[in-house]
């Protein structure tokens, strides 16, 4: 399988694109000055205990507090709460807990009121990012992760990720971490670790109390309900967590963000450098590798399949729905219990990929076509168990129920990626009333004016539908060329296949939309 990640970067934020065998499997969005991530740690102060929920109201700066369970507590919260209280008061120097005496665990069927109090301040790191109307989702039972391994403050427990099968590698990994690791910090070991030496994990792990240090010496001044450690971004966040030998490209459009992303991959895993690319092309990224084109076709209700099935996709509040239809695909020389397993296969592992791609978390139900035979519907749910091996979210599966329903739980850590693939109406704009076509020149050409007569703009690109921008190419004396006379300047123009045709943007000579 050849992976390679395309990623777009603009002003507005930066896009990854996660694709296997040309395939667009996952789609990730980072905005600019997007708070809230999983893995941020902030210093909360408590707002209100709910002991029939038995979990507090946490404020982190958000518009809604944030939520934290009993159970998201961790087993070592008071020693958190003790060492937030001894460093805030600024009695005891050092970043390390080698000298630092661990509280018991509390009690795992214990109430919350009797482990925090109202105005408590306390450090909880993001578990889940803001989705709906809930604000973030907290946990207490920090964690700092690095590629190889994460460190666990307030235990002395070594754990193994349980896809690392073979006992002589268990063994062997958990014998160089006890050797390294600081007391009082616990790890836990990830799969990509498999067959790395001693020089990679211990860099992995320094790296990582690196960070808990930064954290605890930002802990005295931190003002609660703000940050007080962030993740990386979510473009190196990715990388660390799924940059393996199986990717052939990492394509960036941005030379800045390449030489961040290509230090750090030199830094995780010098070897695999070569594969950083500064994408150059005047196409834009995503039309160049077809990834705008695949995205118009897989978000939306109605998926089509090769074969000619279709998925219709409904999201409700509670749950998403998937329902299976066979369309005009007949059974041709196949009977109908065939047919139906062919389509269902076919349907599972675009449903394995939409799961992905649309990062679908919550409950998930699936209505396959109704298959009679037994032996059948085993086959299909292994199919589709085998398919689901590639998703990094945690997830179960249930075996399909006498009516052909499967349902999944799928971890949902942010909110779903969705996005618009029906354009508004281009003579509309979406509003019923029409605008005439023939002023659109004259509403182009007005801002120009504006822009580069009066604002003093310099060296601006016009972004527009590919037909305005083959009309404003056209001719001899086309009147691109009519503007360079008039404005004393060239205007660069570039056509955006995924603008409605009256729709136009200006971007200065630093890539960033000027606002009309």
Known sequence: MVKELIIDSSPLGVTIALVEDRQLVELHKEQINTNYAVGDIYLGRIKKIMPGLNAAFVDVGYEKDAFLHYFDLGPQVQSLIKLTKIKRNGSVNGTLLDNFKLEGDIN????????????????????????????????????????????????????????????????????????????????????????????????????????????????????????????????????????????????????????????????????????????????????????????????????????????????????????????????SKENQEENALQVNKEAAKEIARQLRLRDMGGIVVIDFIDMHKPVNRKMLFDYLKDLMLLDRAKHTILPPSKFGLVQITRQRVRPEMNIVTSEKCPTCDGTGEIKASIVLMDDIENNLTYILQEQNEKNITLCVHPYIEAFINKGLISLKWKWFFKFGQRIKIKAMSSYNLTEFHVLSSKEEEIKL
């Open 108 to 331: 795992k069927a214990g109430k919350i009121s009797e482990v925090v109090s109202k105005n408590l301040v306390l450090p909880v790191q993001i578990a889940k990012e803001p989705i709906s109307t809930k604000g973030p989702r907290l946990s207490s039972d920090l964690s700092i992760a690095g590629r190889y391994i994460v460190l666990v403050p307030f235990s002395n427990v070594i754990s193994i990720s349980k896809k690392i099968k073979s006992n002589t590698e268990r063994n062997r990994l958990k014998k160089i971490i006890e050797s390294i690791k600081p007391k009082n910090f616990g790890v836990i070991i990830r799969t990509v670790s498999e067959s790395k030496g001693v020089a990679e994990l211990q860099k992995d792990l320094l790296d990582s109390v690196t960070k808990w240090e930064n954290f605890i010496k930002k802990l005295p001044d931190a003002e609660p309900s703000k940050r007080v450690w962030g993740e990386m971004d979510r473009t190196s966040t990715l990388i660390r967590d799924i940059l393996s030998t199986d990717f052939t490209n990492v394509y960036v459009n941005d030379a800045n963000l390449f030489e961040d992303i290509r230090s750090y991959v030199h830094e995780i895993s010098p070897e695999m450098e070569k594969i950083v690319k500064l994408y150059k092309h005047k196409e834009h990224i995503f039309e160049h590798f077809g990834i705008e084109k695949q995205i118009k076709n897989s978000f939306g209700k109605t998926v089509n399949l090769a074969g000619g099935a279709y998925l219709v996709v409904e999201h409700t509040e509670a749950l998403h729905v998937i329902d299976v239809n066979s369309g005009n695909r007949t059974a």
